[in-house]
């Protein structure tokens, strides 16, 4: 089958960053796996981050986690998705990765594509959705529906691909006033059209600007550069509130959620995957409800980028878009 990966840790502008390969099919699906033929697929920060730091030592490694296409086989144990089935969902990390033809998959973190959508616009959604929607709802435990202590929740880096279904989350299926956090004037324009009701500047002082606001701020959702913003985001939060984060904290100084008795939580999509954890079906529930929204006008698909078929040259390209840091919402590649 055709493939993308690497063979050794390499910059984006590297000849060799990212190879064309032919890789034997994948196996026959054992257990609750399936066989999807991929026609979809998205890039996400965690592939460049693989991409320049876990060297294969000259083995070809797959990336890829978002994808969507069609269930081809799948194992005996497999009861969720007929043949046939059109389905979309972000893979786990411990397994190949999606820039192939074909791909195998645990159907318990599968979700049924929305319909309204084509392969490509749903191959944007699951990793951010899975992403977001954990953070929002399993981890910092926001109420779904209209919370009656009213208040407001932050997301940092409201123009990425996380931010950007974050904003729609909290927006929709909240009663909080949603906070978004940019510095450009296209990002900004670009959270609004989320859901946003304010969008704040953290190239200044975001603890000044969400003071200024009037309204406590209970909840955060630190999406990128959180050591950056650290100290800012203790400050705004209101006392027993909490900061969920996705990133890395580099040494920032926790004990300062300690006077207001809040908490910190972590959140890791591929977790539940990795871990086999009892739950792990929740992930399919999840995209299945994702895919319910979508189709009845409540979410939107986050693509901004189409850069054609599934093949190196592409990818390479993608790969630099997300590590400019200036990517607003998704980047997708449709077809071998």
Not at 123 to 144: C, G, K, Q
Not at 252 to 272: G, I, N, T, Y
Not at 303 to 313: N, S
Request: glycine share 8%.
């Amino acid at each position: 089958m055709k493939a993308v990966g690497y063979t050794h840790c390499h910059p984006v502008a590297h000849e060799e960053a990212l190879l064309d390969l032919t890789l034997p099919d994948p196996p026959a699906p054992k257990g609750r796996d399936l066989l999807v033929e991929v026609r979809a697929v998205s890039v996400n920060p965690v592939d460049t981050r693989l991409r320049r730091s876990a060297d294969p030592a000259g083995e070809p490694r797959v990336l890829g986690f978002d994808a969507a296409g069609i269930v081809r086989a799948k194992g005996p144990e497999a009861v969720l998705f007929p043949l046939g089935a059109e389905v979309f969902y972000a893979g786990s990390v411990n397994r190949p990765g999606t820039n192939a033809e074909f791909h195998l998959v645990d159907e318990r973190i599968v979700g049924h594509k929305p319909r309204t959508l084509s392969f490509a616009e749903a191959a944007a959604l699951p990793l951010t959705a899975i992403t977001a929607w954990e953070a929002l709802f399993d981890r910092l435990r926001i109420p779904r529906g209209k919370p009656a202590e009213g208040g407001a929740v932050l997301i940092t880096g409201g123009a990425g691909g996380v931010g950007s279904i974050a904003i729609q989350l909290a927006r929709r299926l909240t009663g909080l006033k949603v906070i978004a956090t940019a510095s450009r004037p296209e990002s900004r324009a670009w959270c609004e059209s989320m859901g946003a009701h304010v969008v704040l500047d953290h190239s200044q002082d975001l603890a000044r600007q969400a003071k200024a606001l009037g309204v406590p701020i209970p909840y955060v959702f630190a999406v990128t550069h959180t050591p950056r913003h650290w100290n800012a985001l203790c400050e705004l939060l209101a006392p027993q509130g909490g900061i969920c984060v996705i990133d890395d904290l580099d040494g920032a100084e926790v004990s300062r959620l300690k006077p207001k008795a809040a908490f910190l939580a972590w959140e890791s999509m591929f977790a539940r995957p990795v871990h086999q954890t009892p739950d792990m079906i929740q992930q399919h529930r999840l995209l299945d409800e994702v895919a319910h929204l979508v189709d009845t006008g409540v979410l939107r698909t986050t693509v901004t980028e189409r850069l054609g078929r599934i093949d190196a040259e592409h990818l390479i390209r993608a790969h630099a878009m997300v590590e400019s840091g200036r990517m607003i919402g998704k980047v997708v590649l449709e077809g071998f």
